[in-house]
């Protein structure tokens, strides 16, 4: 049987495919982008001097910024639209609010170098962590893997 | 010399009939190979018609001047990673909208839902048949 099947196996793949492991959902993701998006603005903030070296960290920080930033948009979404349902906002009515002004802030970390917004953004991701993980029956303690 | 070449016309027409069996054989098994191509099932979106781990055959002809019907299992490049091929069965055909896909176990599969729709040049193929595990070698529907 085996060694029929490995002689008929076709050469290509289909995939029947689930985003991710299917069900396996987690506000981590977000918060380690948003992580990110805070490090790399103080980093660029920090930056001394006017020379080319100085100008390729400040280019490379600013653009792994903005890619971090939208990597938090689409991981928020992701809970947002897949996740959540309908029951959890009749249990927690400022759901969409908590969304709503966390992507915004991912835009404004996006578009700005501002750290005080960065910090806003890892805050209101804590507060979609600990809503999250209720609905789950849970507690998980957030953390940062970068702590200030 | 008339002689000779008559003694030679018969097997010499038999060998040209033979050889042209074999070149027409050669052309419909390079046809076939084109057209039907063999894929391997993997993840649990189209269950139940399709389990991980089985093996089909796709007709990539299938929709030449036909667009798919809705209830088709299809082929598909994946629009957001264009080198993974997607399974799904079509859930509507719209000629302005495009195609929308939707996996038969929803709970478990990204789809039109996530993606939306795609255009009728993402489709690959029909999937027509499984061969393979043998207890359930049937016409896909």
């Not at chain 1, 927690?92 to 002004?101: A, E, M």
């Not at chain 2, 991980?52 to 809705?70: E, K, M, N």
Request: proline share 5%; aromatic share 10%.
């Amino acid at each position: 049987m085996n060694f029929l099947s490995r002689i008929i196996r076709p050469a290509h793949v289909a995939h029947a495919h689930c985003d991710g492991p299917c069900g396996v959902y987690d506000p981590a993701s977000a918060r380690i982008a948003a992580e990110a998006v805070l490090s790399m603005t103080k980093k660029a903030i920090a930056l001394q001097g006017n020379d080319a070296a100085m100008w390729n960290s400040f280019t490379r920080f600013t653009t792994i910024k903005e890619q971090q930033a939208d990597v938090v948009k689409k991981e928020l979404d992701i809970l947002w639209h897949d996740y959540f349902k309908a029951e959890h906002l009749a249990k927690y009515p400022d759901l969409h609010d908590t969304f709503w002004k966390a992507t915004k802030l991912a835009s404004k970390c996006k578009q700005e170098l501002n750290v005080d917004a960065c910090n806003d953004l890892v805050k209101a991701i804590e507060g979609v962590h600990t809503i999250f993980w209720a609905t789950k029956g849970r507690d998980v303690p957030f953390y940062l893997a970068n702590p200030a | 010399m008339i002689a000779g070449s008559r003694s030679r016309g018969a097997p010499f027409l038999y060998g040209l009939a033979v050889a042209a069996v074999a070149v027409e054989a050669a052309f419909a098994a390079w046809w076939a190979r084109r057209r039907y191509m063999r894929f391997e099932i993997t993840g649990s979106s189209m269950l139940p018609a399709l389990e991980p781990g089985d093996f089909v055959i796709v007709d990539t002809h299938a929709y030449r001047g036909v667009l798919p019907h809705r209830g088709d299992i299809v082929l598909a490049a994946d629009p957001r990673k264009p080198d993974r091929t997607l399974v799904k069965r079509v859930g509507s055909v719209d000629l302005h909208q495009g195609i929308s896909l939707l996996g038969d176990n929803a709970e478990e599969s990204t789809d039109s839902r996530r993606f939306g729709p795609v255009s009728p040049e993402a489709i690959i193929g029909r999937v027509r048949w499984r061969y393979w595990p043998l207890r359930s070698v049937l016409r896909v529907r």
